[in-house]
């Protein structure tokens, strides 16, 4: 009864795209070891207001610290690395990354004052780790950063492939090509599970190489006569060095633009990349040259507010501006979700009368993940007993088990967050369990949950506004006129005449309570907040966030 059981539950990134963070197990009832693969953030959307992070809620894998062995990371993008420094604490385990991944990770901690360098476990490419009875070889992939790696996690009971974000790029520009020879050798052996991104699985074909997107923007540019502003993520150090290829081969220098541009340009020259290149140019300095003379690579690829495009194109940048004749590239993907805002930027570019070229025009951009056919390939060489998707939502999950049934798979099977899944002993893998899991938000500095009552109350002031009532009482218990103010109501002509009324209202509602029994306090409270709220609702049509204050003289 007491045999080893090998465990596989994912907190975060299955049934979502983003926030990645999976645990593995292994051992029986009385001595179970774990590990933590990636620990990523997703970024929250205007339903929730003031809140930049989400990311997977760690509690489950806080209750089993003591048996935690230490966290791994695949690669250093944002959904596989960005909770690290907000988890950590509660575990305090070792970490082990590739030295790229390390660098962003040791920014993370310095940035919260916390000195990592002694858990920092460094793993050469290629390198093993042996952590309890988890022995975890780093296999190189392609991706759309640097260093991305998958785990080959072997146990005692047997082996599991956990891809982590990959597609095949034939000529990846910076690093090496994806290890097909290991991969290959692993599949001659019996692999267990394959734990594979999903992320592309809709679209045909593959995904492309980072070499056929420079050979593009190389066309492109040359033929342009004024100023380049170029954006793409920061973290496709590839598409950086691109940049500065065509920059030298068409005459021009570079300039960065935005901090997170200059902190992976950094950490990749630490790391021993982009040493054949020549330095940029300050944007300050930048300003100097003739605008035909100039690339500027920005930040802010996704329109967000603070990023470097969306400032220059406001004409808010204090060292960057774009006017008639220059031409914006976006060489990157539009987000779902991210169209609105995109567009709106789009828009004011055309406006301009700048040229606007992006992925909908041009060929500027190929995906990090894998399309049909690279995921053949990796099936093909990995050779799995069975297939569980991940970094997918759900339809994407779905269809990834109909493309493994078609590969001739064994066994698939389509999980969601908190599922525990025995992954051996057993004919397949089988969900046995449903662990606690759920998501944190990080609301300011402090990581609250998903239901806590500071959101929900700032969901509420943002939507209906605010009115705040306080009652002043003698000390017989007479009822002063009372203080009434309200933010975010719409009130045109009625303002004046919904305070007589609510006044009113209070006098009324007040006369029913015996004033000087404080017991009444808390009813007269809840009596004098419905009535109000459903007077301004009556007037309004808004139901505001109400405080109503009892102040006795
Ligand atoms: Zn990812
Ligand atoms: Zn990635």
């Known amino acids: 009864m007491n045999k080893n059981e090998l465990i596989f539950c994912p907190l975060g990134g299955s049934g979502e795209i983003g926030g990645n963070m999976n645990l593995y197990a292994y051992g029986n009832e009385s001595n179970q070891k774990w590990i933590i693969v990636d620990t990523g953030v997703s970024f929250a959307d205007d339903s929730i207001p003031g809140v930049d992070l989400i990311y997977p809620d760690p509690g489950y894998i806080i209750d089993k610290k003591d048996d935690l062995l230490g966290i791994v990371l ?84 047997g082996t599991i492939l956990h891809t982590g974000d990959w597609k095949v790029d034939p000529n990846p520009l910076i690093g090496d090509k994806i290890n097909e020879k290991k991969l290959r050798e692993i599949g001659k052996g019996k692999v267990l599970a394959m734990i594979c991104d999903s992320t ?54 570079v300039s960065l633009v935005g901090r997170s541009m200059n902190r992976i340009f950094k950490a990749a020259r630490q790391c021993g990349y982009l040493k054949n290149i020549k330095d940029p140019l300050d944007p300050r300095d930048a300003k100097k040259i003739p605008r035909e003379k100039i690339i500027y690579l920005c930040t802010g690829s996704q329109g967000e507010p603070m990023g470097a495009m969306k400032r220059i194109i406001k004409d808010i940048h204090p060292d960057v501006y774009i006017e008639k004749g220059d031409t914006v590239i976006f060489s990157s993907k539009i987000i779902p979700g991210n169209e609105k805002k995109l567009y709106s930027l789009h828009n004011d570019i055309v406006k301009k009368g700048v040229e606007l070229i992006t992925e909908e025009t041009d060929f500027v951009h190929v995906s990090g993940h894998p399309n049909r056919e690279d995921l053949k390939d990796m099936y093909n060489w990995v050779k799995p007993d069975s297939i569980i998707p991940v970094h997918g939502e759900h339809r ?158």
């Open 74 to 157: 695949t690669h250093a993008h944002e959904d596989h690395i960005g909770a690290i420094s907000h988890i950590w604490p509660d575990l305090k385990c070792n970490i082990y990354a590739t030295p790229f991944t390390a660098v962003l990770i040791k920014e993370k901690f310095k940035e919260k004052k916390i000195d990592i360098t002694s858990k920092i476990k460094i793993v050469k490419l290629n390198g093993t780790v042996k952590l309890g009875p988890f022995e975890i070889e780093f296999v190189n992939l392609t991706h759309s950063i640097l260093e991305p790696n998958g785990l080959c996690i072997k146990t005692p009971s």
């Open 200 to 253: 592309n699985i809709f679209y045909p074909g593959r995904a492309g190489s980072e070499a056929d997107v420079r050979d593009s923007l190389l066309k492109i540019m040359s033929l342009k006569a004024k100023r380049i502003v170029l954006t793409s993520f920061a973290s496709n150090v590839a598409r950086m060095e691109s940049v500065f290829y065509c920059a030298d081969k068409i005459g021009r220098h």
């Open 396 to 553: 994407h999950m779905n269809e990834h088990i109909k493309f493994a049934k078609e590969m001739q798979v064994p066994h698939a099977l389509r999980i969601e967050d908190g599922d525990v899944v025995k992954i051996f002993p057993g004919e397949h893998p089988k969900i046995i369990d449903k662990a606690p899991s759920g998501r944190m938000y990080l609301d300011g500095n402090v990581a609250v949950g998903e239901n806590s009552q500071s959101i929900k109350e700032r969901r509420s002031l943002s939507l209906n506004g605010y009115l705040e009532i306080t009652l002043i009482l003698n000390n017989s218990g007479k009822l002063n006129k009372p203080v009434i103010s309200y933010r975010g109501i719409p009130e045109n002509s009625l303002g004046e005449k919904i305070i007589f009324e609510m006044e009113d209202e209070i006098f009324n509602t007040c006369r029913t309570f015996s004033m000087k029994n404080k017991n009444q306090e808390k009813n007269l409270i809840e009596t004098v907040k419905q009535n109000c709220r459903k007077l301004i609702k009556d007037k309004t049509g808004k139901k505001p966030f109400t405080n109503i204050n009892i102040a006795r003289l």
